[in-house]
Structure formats: C-alpha cells, structure tokens
C-alpha cells in the first residue's frame, strides 16, 4: 500500500477542544457551549481525505437548486415568491427531511451528501453571497430619497422603528421582574428586539419587486419609509456598539471608534467624490473600465474586513460603501450588470437554502423558558410595530385596505432577518431552539405576507371613478390635455408634428405632459423626475436633455397656446404602464400618445430597430390605460406643419372612417386638426354595400352617420368627404393598398376597432401582424409598402 493510500484512509477523530459541535447535517452549530469528558471524543468518524471536494460541493448546489427549481414551480401558483422555495428547499434538505431519511439509511448520524468536510466551504460562500448582497443593495439605494420622501414616510420610518423597540424593552422588563431572567437571556431577547423593530430596506425592495407594485403610489411610500428607518437604525447600532466596545476597553473602543470615523469620512470625501470622476471620464452610454471595476471590489472586500475588525457587522462597511456609489448610469450599473445575477441567482440561494438547513424540526427540551419568552416579546413587538405603521397613513386618509398592506409591508421578514439570525447563532448570541423559532417565523412570514398584500392592495382601484375622459367627451375650446410618451430621442419631432397638427391657439389651447421613459438600470427604486418644476433630479439630466429643450422650444413658439412639462420616469419595462396611468390621472389628460415599436429609416424606409419591450408596453397600456390611447406609427418621414407654408404645401391628413366609438373618437380628433387652414383633411368612409344595420349596428349607425354630418355638409374648403362602398375585405384591402401607394397623404388617422366584426374587414383580422393597430392600422403601417405616411391608431377610453 502506498503512502498515498494510507493517508487516505487515516481515520480522524474531533476531540472537545473545538469551539463547536456537528450536527446530524455536519454543519457547524455553534449557538450552545457544552462540556464533556476531556478523554472522551466528541464526533468519532472516518473518511477518506481524498473526498473530491470540488465535484461534492458541485452535486450539493446542483441538488440545492434542482429542488429550489421544482419547489418555486409549485409555490408560484400561489402568488410566492423566489425566497419561499429557497427556504423550504432548506426545510426539506434539513433535518425533517432529506437528512434525516439518508442517516436513517446509513444508520450513522453523518449525513453523507453534506459532509462534515464540506461545510465551510458552503458557509464561505453563503457568507460572501451576503456581504455581496448588502453591498449590491446600497449601491442600487439612493439616501438622496430620504428628504424628498416627504413628512408621511419620515414620521411613518420613525415611529415604526421606535414605538416597537419602546414596547419590546417594556415587556423585557415585566418578564424579567417576573422570571427573573439571567443575563444571556436578557441579550436573546434585546437582540429579537432590536431585529423585529428594523425595517430593513433590502426586504422591502425584494418584496415590493416580487409583488410587481415597486412603482406604484404604496411602494413608493413603503420604500421611503423603510430608508427612513434604515438611516435611524444603522446610527443608533454604530453608537450602541461603539459604547459596548469602550465600556469592554476603553482603548480599544476609542481606537475602534476612531478608525469607523476615519472609515466614513474617507467613503464620503474621498470615495465618493472618486465614483463621480470615474462616471465624468466614461462615455455616455458606455460601462466603466475593468480596472476600475476592480478598484472597487478591493475597496468592498477591504470595508467587510474593517467592519469584521471593529467588532461591527461585517455587512456595515460595505453597505456604507455602496451607498456612496453613484446609482444608475455608468457606475451603478456597470457594477449591477456584472455582479447582480451572480449574487441573487448563485448566491444568495446557497445561503438562503443552507440556513434553513440549520434548523432542526424537534420540540425544544431545553431553554422551554427562553423560547417562551421569545415568542412572548416577538408578538408584543410585531403587533405595536403593524399598530404604529398604520398611525400616520389613517391620519392622512388612507384606504383602510392600503394601509393594513403598508404595515404588512414594514413588518415582513426576509434575507436580512435570515442572515441576522444565522450569524448571532453561530457567535452564541442566541440558543438554537431560539434560532429555530426565529427561522420558522420568517418562513410563515414569507408564506403569509405576499398573499396578504396582494388580497389587500389593488394598484388598479385608482382607475375607478375615472369615466368619461375622451376626447368626445372633451369640451370644445377647452384646453386639451395629452400626455405623450417619448422611448427614444428620436421620436420627438413626430410627437411635436402632431401636437402641432392638432391646432394650438389662444382660445382652444394643448397641455402636452411629456414623459420621457427611460430603462431602471443599476437602481433598486424607480424614479419620476419633474423638470419644469426645477426639482433637484436624482439622475443625470443629460438622459432627456434633447427632449427638453424640444418642447421648451415648441412651447416658447406657441406661446399661450400650448403649455408643456416634461417628465423623465426611470422605471423597469414591466412597470412603465403604471407609471403612464398615474400621470395620466394626476394630469387629468384625455389623450395618451405612444410611440409605436418599430423605427423605420428616414433613407430608404427600411426597419432599422424594434422594440419588444416597446410594444408589451402598447398592449398593456390599450388594456389598462384611464383615458383614450393613440399609437403614434413614424414611418421615418416627418413632414413639418407651421403657419409659413403655403396652402399649396398644406399638410394632408387622412381619416379612414368604417363605424364604431373608436372612429368616432378619430373623428373628433380631426375635426380639431381640421380647424387649421394650413392642414388638408380628407374624411374617407368605408360604407358597407348591403347597407344593412340593424339592433346595436343600428344605433351606432346612427351615431356615426351624426357625427359625420358636420364633415358632409359644413366642411371648409380645406376639408373634403369622401365616401367608397366595399362588398367585402378583399375591396377594403384594395381601396387602402391604392391609399398607400398613391403616397398623396402625410398622416392617416384610424380608430383601432379591435374585436369589431363588420362586412367591410371580414376575415382580415386573421392577417393581422399588430393586433394593437386593428385591422386598418395593420395594413397601413405595413412593411409591404413604401409609404412614408404617419399612421395614428386611436382607441376610445375603455369602459370598465
């Protein structure tokens, strides 16, 4: 036998002097300090040293995600999010599950799929995921939200944070003259305290993203309170350890307290201010160097070392490092785009999955006391923490509803609890029965919260009572307010071409809200920046900076006729719709202009882009929108409209006219555009040749046929009406083919007629590639032709 070979099968044998001891897991436990017998071994096993750790630790996170995967497909029908499967994958993995079938099967108390040897590795990398995380989320965070949260969200942070640890040190006290608990139970139940009454800002952001409402009106106002309470927490635990290093050693404390000092002047004078240099040398729309990617990562890994040094949390000097990071555009999100799918989707599971491995699914035989008065302090301070985040929002007249999920919100538990939680028992701040209790409170919170809050709170309940905003209903003369939405720079002139079209004057006025939309990259929390009302921006201004100074322009040229703001909202792509609607209603607009997704070339007309995101934003916006929606199609040829042409140069507008309320709505946009001599209309309407109408048909017959009147027979001369018979589709589609190709018309203008069934588009529906445009707009906007014509589809506020 080689030597090789016989130190491979050494047996090796853990004796009491190691500060821990192996559970049936083999992970560490270091929560209870126990003796026995110097002589007597405490873990007695054998295996062999050369355990592959590298294909183990492979297959151990291969399992951890394989049975994350299949949990997550089950508990996404309930509306769960990520970390609920993680977590319960843990349960199974652990010690009620998969563990204990295996020790069961090998008749030891090893489990051989997490072996002993194995462990640290898991527990480095957990750890790290965890430092990475905190880091990632400072670097997201803006602190420049917090004085612009407003009055609601400060006293809401406040009192949230202070009237729970008031009560939990209040019931500590009645236990303790009571039971008269012992000093390490006393620190058990401050330190549940204390991690009850924060509001991390962390949790708040992966919950409020889980539940798809960050952007909305609650979120906004739950995130801020949460930073609110952030700030006051992380100053009031930097002095209570602080104190407790300088009553434990009074040079030692002050030395700690001296460099934690030089530590944060030097990330907020020194590092900071770098970040912002680093940002000025990079060019726009380009991501940092590698190197100095790299700088940064020293300076994080080097903060979680001081922080460790300093006897603080080892997640306090990178959280502090990453909120002195620019968020956004280029650092932000250069540091986003390498690191944040790593950290959340590798990570952050492993240490989410082998904490709850941790737990052990038995009856506490000791410590019966301490847990008691665990739970007993946890209610006390999780009711008087919901009971003080509901005070403030009732006093402001908040839905009841709204403001249960609000407090439900400030009061949910997640990845920082967890960690908290893990660490403290592995330094012997709390028992491992408490530890067990604390972690199984996080899973029902994770179970219990998410299904709460969406039963609670409906973003779409602002929507009702918002009826009648069209533009039928639009009084004449009164001022017209359209909110127009601008994805790229590029869609500017077409927008300020229509508004322009539109006939602004004196008397009959357009309030254009422009909203530039731009993708959330590098940002935890979406941001809606007012430029007209010079509000400190919380973002480059140079994003719309083009837009800007179009419209201030276009404003400045129809003085007293046109009044625009411009509005920046830096959100996700899934979400933009909600911030459109929440404008929407707050400008009380009768007219939401969108950009279509394609880009065509202003050279040959060619397709040049599409934007996938683009459209699901359409779609969404034409199912939930509060008022009338246009899809504005830009064929790449603008054609200027303004008082210095001739009538003979006259920009020609088309409006094909079939029936139904969303022509109707068209048609009360051009008789507006109609009112200016230097814009040709002419009205087209598609008659069905049978002529038959009946029932429902027959009432909207009616209306379109008085609606029309106007058009037949009191038109300028400017404005002409045309009216063509068609059997069927296939004569539709002639009639609009011989349109296109005719390319007499700078603008067509249709209503979207979507799921109207008529004689003049049967069967046509089936061909169509947008369904958004309807089936006219379809064809129009065609990549078949080479029609430069503007198409403007328009659909009629939906009823709800």
Known sequence: MSSYEALANTTVTICTDLPFRVNSLGLWNRSERWTVNATTPLVNFSFPLQNYTMPILEFEMILMFVLTELTHLFLKIFGLPALAAQLVAGILLGDAGLSRIVKSSSHHDMNPIFPFANQEILNIMSLFGYIFFSFLIGVKLNLGL?????????????????????????????????????????????????????????????????????????????????????????????????ATAVQQNMLKGIRYIV????????????????????????????????????????????????????????????????????DGPPVGATLVNKFDFMVNRVFMPVFATTSMMRVTMSLPKAHKRTVLAATIVTSVVYCSKFVASLVIPLCCKMHMRDAIALALILCSKGVVE?????????????????????????????????PLIRLLYDPKRKYVGYQKRNLMHWKPNSELRILACINRADNTPAIINFLDASCPTRDSPIAVYVLHLVKLVGRAAPVLISHNLQ??????????????ISFSNFQRDNEGAVFAQVFTAITQPDYMYDDICTLAIDKATSLIILPFHRKWSRVNGSIESENQNTRTLNCRMLE???????????????KYTNSSASPNEAYRVALIFLGGSDDREALTLAKRVAKDAYISLTVIRLVDASGDEDGNDKWEWVQDNEMLKEMKYNGAGYVSYVEQIVEDGIKTTKKIRSLMDEN?????????????????????????????????????????????????????????
């Open 744 to 800: 007499e018309y700078d603008m067509f203008i249709v209503g979207r007629r979507f799921n109207v069934s008529s004689p003049q588009t049967l069967g046509l529906d089936q061909w169509s590639e947008f369904p958004e445009l309807g089936v006219i707009g379809d064809m129009l906007s065609s990549t078949d032709s080479r029609c430069k014509s503007s198409v403007l589809v328009i659909q009629q506020q939906q009823q709800r």
């Open 146 to 242: 917090i004085p612009k949260s407003g009055k609601k969200a400060l006293y809401t942070g406040a009192l949230s944070l202070s009237v729970p640890i008031v009560a939990g040190v209040g019931t500590i006290i009645l236990l303790h003259s009571k039971w008269f608990l012992n000093g390490q139970e006393i620190v058990q139940l401050a330190f549940l305290t204390a991690m009850h009454s924060l509001t991390p800002s962390p949790v708040v952001v992966c919950l409020l993203t889980d539940l798809k409402i960050l952007n909305s009106e609650l979120g906004r106002l739950a995130l801020s309170s949460a930073l609110v309470s952030d700030l006051c927490t992380i100053a009031i635990t930097s002095v209570a350890a602080m």
């Open 624 to 638: 939930t929108a509060p008022c009338s929606v246009g899809i504005l199609v830009n064929r790449g040829h603008v």
């Open 535 to 548: 509000k400190r921006t919380l973002s480059n201004n140079s994003l719309s900076e083009n837009v800007i």
């Open 418 to 450: 967890l960690g908290a939680y893990t660490f403290a028992s592995d330094t012997w701040i709390i028992f491992s029965k408490v530890f067990d209790y604390m972690m199984l409170t996080i899973v029902l919170n994770v179970l219990i919260v998410p």
């Open 259 to 326: 460099v934690m000092v030089a530590y944060t002047l030097f990330v907020w004078l020194v590092f900071r201010p770098f970040m912002f240099w680093i940002a000025k040398r990079t060019p726009q729309g380009k991501p940092i160097k590698d190197s100095y990617v790299v700088l940064i990562m020293l300076a994080f890994l080097g903060s979680a070392l001081l922080s460790n040094w300093c006897e603080l949390s080892f997640v306090t000097g990178p959280l502090m490092l990453g909120f002195a990071v620019p």
